[in-house]
């Protein structure tokens, strides 16, 4: 029932502050406890590409900056939400520092996975990803690289459930709020029961029962929406 | 005529050698050879100061961008200095470009991709060349076109001429790219298809990355904690 809001914007994205409230204002209405971290504001160097994290430090950064924080508070969430400008369809410079320091929380080994080679993940848990993107003109082809990538994120972290939506920060609260709403619901995300997750009232064995697999009535975890 | 320039940027966040700055430096010696004035910089050492990278850029007619995927897109240092040279060409134009995708209204450099993934299979890195042109639309470049290479870990960062026979296709996409770059044309799709050839088969270089991870783990002591789990899980 954890949110991590990972905030890839910058100070001066148009816009941004004001999505962000609708996103924190939603979400906290459906029921999800919200960790929302601002990037812009954490030190953290961008990845070596030493791997390290495998083959030094198995599960985390060998450097001691809030990049080892990645994988420990995106491993902790029951739902990543990853907040950015739509930067050439892709995450801004601060979301991709932070995502590239992800992989302590996948296995070294290479396996075949449906046709194609992935990485196993390090812990059973598989925390849902949600692509919450900026863009001027909300749709297009950057929203399609972006909900795409976001699919691809979602391939090899394996989250049963992922979605992705693109907003107009011109939009109006309102609209913002629809849209995010249909990419929830779309992504089985809506609240966390419909997520296969305990909320805070239901907790105790009951709510053990409940965060198991996503329950037979949910959206498939492959589909990507952009609302 | 004025000699032309080509700038190589590369994007891999390792301070040392890398398989990015090995298939790139093979691309701006051959250019070299041919008359062409060459540049390289180095992605992770200019993100305090940009301004190494903004005139290198202003004075190429080629870029050439090699970069290593990472998390199914470009590492964070490159996404930085495709964002400053995006600010660069918005400012320099007075306002923000409105270009097509094809790159026709492009008054910028050529942009030329290369891309090596970890994974045996080179089609990991079509999400991020789909990135590099957009940013050559937004930012009014040529788009040229991206090579694209699966299993970049053969490579090891050594020169791709001491890579022997498994480089062979990797070489010969190179040179038919610098040959086209040097005639004013783009990336020839016989030199992608040349890229995109496995080095090895993917099983193998599966094989061959897994025992290589057990290897270098036990080397720093760390072989029988590959599997740790640090963190706690809801």
New interface residues.
């Given amino acids: 029932m954890?949110a991590l809001i990972m905030d890839g914007t910058a100070a001066g994205d148009a816009g941004a502050a004001a999505v962000k409230a609708v996103l924190v204002e939603h979400l906290g209405n459906a029921g999800w406890q919200l960790d929302d971290w601002v990037l812009r504001e954490t030190r953290m160097a961008?990845?070596?590409?030493?791997?390290g994290c495998?083959?030094?430090?198995?599960?985390?950064c060998v450097h001691a900056d809030a990049g080892r924080d990645v994988?420990?508070r995106m491993?902790?969430?029951?739902l990543v939400v990853l907040f950015t400008r739509v930067?050439?369809?892709?995450?801004?410079?601060e979301l991709?520092?932070a995502?590239?320091h992800?992989?302590p929380a996948l296995?070294?080994?290479?396996?075949?996975q449906g046709g194609?080679?992935?990485h196993p993940m390090?812990?059973?848990?598989e925390p849902a990803l949600l692509g919450v993107g900026l863009a001027a003109g909300d749709d297009g082809?950057?929203a399609r690289?972006f909900a795409?990538?976001v699919a691809?994120?979602a391939s090899?972290l394996s989250p049963r459930r992922h979605g992705a939506v693109v907003c107009d920060p011109r939009a109006g609260g309102q609209e913002i709020g629809r849209r995010l709403d249909a990419a929830l619901a779309a992504a089985g995300l809506a609240t966390p029961a419909a997520a296969g997750l305990a909320t805070p009232a239901a907790a105790g064995p009951a709510a053990a029962a409940a965060?198991g697999p996503a329950a037979p009535t949910a959206p498939d975890g492959d589909r990507v929406e952009v609302a | 005529m004025e000699r032309r320039q080509a700038v190589l940027l590369v994007g891999s966040p390792k301070p040392g050698r890398s398989s990015s700055l090995a298939l790139g430096e093979y691309l701006l010696d051959d250019l070299e050879r041919r008359g062409w004035g060459t540049e390289t910089v180095n992605l992770r050492r200019v993100m305090n100061d940009p301004s190494a990278l903004l005139v290198a850029a202003e004075r190429a007619d080629v870029v050439i961008l090699a970069y290593p995927l990472y998390v199914f897109g470009l590492p964070a240092p490159a996404v930085l200095a495709l964002e400053r040279l995006a600010d660069a060409s918005r400012k320099h134009a007075g306002q923000a470009h409105e270009i097509a995708a094809d790159g026709s209204a492009a008054d910028g450099p050529r942009l030329v991709t290369i891309v090596n993934c970890g994974f045996p299979e080179h089609a990991h890195n079509d999400l991020s060349t789909e990135m590099c042109r957009l940013f050559a639309a937004q930012a009014g470049w040529h788009w040229s076109g991206a090579l694209s290479l699966g299993g970049g870990g053969v490579i090891e960062g050594r020169p791709l001429r001491e890579r022997g026979p498994l480089a062979r296709s990797a070489r010969r996409a190179l040179e038919q790219t610098a040959a086209a770059l040097h005639d004013g044309r783009d990336v020839p799709a016989e030199a992608v298809r040349l890229m995109a050839k496995p080095m090895i088969p993917a099983r193998l270089y599966r094989w061959m990355s897994n025992y290589g991870w057990r290897r270098m783990a036990a080397g720093n002591g760390a072989g029988d904690r590959l599997d740790d789990r640090p963190f706690v899980t809801p």
Avoid at chain 1, 46 to 51: A, V, Y
Avoid at chain 1, 122 to 125: I, K, T
């Fill in positions: 954890n961008p990845c070596d590409g030493d791997f495998w083959i030094k430090t198995p599960g985390q994988s420990r491993t902790a969430a029951d930067t050439f369809g892709g995450f801004s410079y991709k520092k995502v590239d992800a992989i296995m070294p080994w290479l396996q075949e194609q080679t992935g390090r812990y059973e848990h082809e950057p690289v795409a990538q691809r994120m090899n965060t």
